[in-house]
């Protein structure tokens, strides 16, 4: 589950997610700040391959550049994002505030 955040500047991975899927920061592309719902946050930027699981349809993974905080701690149980940088701009989407229908295809 993640928030769809199109003023993210990137999908962010919650770090206890990235620590269990294997992230090390010697994958990193590069190191950032960035502010997180008021916090400045620490922490990388990798490659990432995102699958969008489809309820109808076809799941669709996508080559993302994903922020991933270094600390679990300042963290605070924030949800995952999916921004618009890196990730939202790499597919076609649409979204339904009728019915919080999210509909999303490859470009």
């Known amino acids: ?13 919650d770090p206890a997610i990235a620590k269990a899927i294997g992230f090390s920061s010697e994958l990193a592309i590069e190191r950032i700040s960035i502010l997180v719902r008021g916090k400045k946050l620490e922490g ?8 969008l699981v ?5 799941n669709l ?3 993302a550049t994903t922020f ?4 679990e ?7 995952c994002f999916i ?3 890196g990730f939202l701009e790499r597919i076609r989407f649409a979204i339904d505030p009728n019915t919080d229908t999210f509909y999303f295809a490859s470009l």
Request: charged share 15%; hydrophobic share 50%; aromatic share 10%.
């Open 1 to 13: 589950m993640a928030v769809l955040d199109t003023g993210a500047p990137y999908p962010i991975l």
């Open 44 to 51: 990388s930027l990798i490659r990432l391959n995102i699958t």
């Open 54 to 58: 489809a309820v109808r349809g076809q």
């Open 61 to 63: 993974t996508v080559d």
């Open 68 to 71: 991933v905080p270094d600390s």
């Open 73 to 79: 701690f300042a963290w605070d149980n924030f949800p």
């Open 83 to 85: 921004g618009l940088a």
